[in-house]
């Protein structure tokens, strides 16, 4: 036991020097380095189509802000934290992307993280509290706890941090396949089937990307990480709309909420929001 505790503190202690030498800033002191080849298009950018493929994030976000102001209006303006933290994580992962240091790796999962505990806090059904947590501001502080702790333990082992964020994520999509249960509205059952029909293809460009490298080289084509950024976009837009959809019809009174598609509403093309039709709501349910 005494050897394991002085091999762990060993490894550690060797990893901190390392960094302290290299300086986290420095291009690929990050321990995670993606499929496509590094400065093949360019001398200063590691990964150039990883980096490119964020600038989804700076189209999106300001979208999505603009399509769910109404809702958040009516519902609370800490909404929009979810989609302005999407745009710190886009700059971050090109950051990650272009450096492939420690420091970008750190600032791309911890912002992820943070966009994470704002969409727990704002979001998750209150009938799904705990048992002991009696109001959202008390369930936000809970997050909030986990989230600190969270935060302080990614620098104990950074190459895990992506799979721990992964396991909120399949939490997430497990919450809305829960909702969906009960739902009966054909619109809202689309949209879900659609936000986790685009997670699914996202994630299997991720793992793919992570363990099936030597394939995809083969084949010259190591693109899956740059796919994988734009379907998870696609995929948060889609699952933010649902929630704001759920959460307006349980949380705010007489709201009517009907969803809609931007740019074309009668094709159910493009990017879904929630419009509040109230104040004539009867009935509470999906
Ligand atoms: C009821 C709970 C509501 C929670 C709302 C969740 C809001 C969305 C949260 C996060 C946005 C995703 C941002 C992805 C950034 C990608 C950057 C990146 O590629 N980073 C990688 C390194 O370059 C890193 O390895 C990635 C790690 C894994 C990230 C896990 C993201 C979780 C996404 C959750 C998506 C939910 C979709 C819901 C569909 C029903
Ligand atoms: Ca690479
Ligand atoms: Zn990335």
Redesign the pocket.
Known sequence: MSDLILQVAGSWTGRVQYVVMAGMFSYESSEVDWCEDNYRHSETVAEYFNTMSNIIFFVVSPIMLYLLHPYAKERSLAVHL?WIM?IF?GLF?MY??MTLSLMGQLL??LS?LW??AV??SV??PRRHFPFFIKSRSTFSWMVLAITVITTVSSFVKPVAN?YA??F??VH??Y??AVEMRSCTNPRVLRLARQ??GV?VLAISC?ISDRFGCSFWKTINFCYL?AI??IL?VI??A???S??SYLDALYEIPNSQPVLQYWPCDSWDLGLPYVILKGPNKTKKSC
Request: hydrophobic share 65%; glycine share 6%.
């Open positions: 979810v999407m994580v992962s990650f992307h791309d999962e992820i966009v994470i969409g727990y979001w998750f992506a964020l992964n909120f994520a997430v999509v919450s809305v936000a986790i997670w991720w990480h994988w950024h998870i995929a948060t889609y699952g933010s649902l929630l």
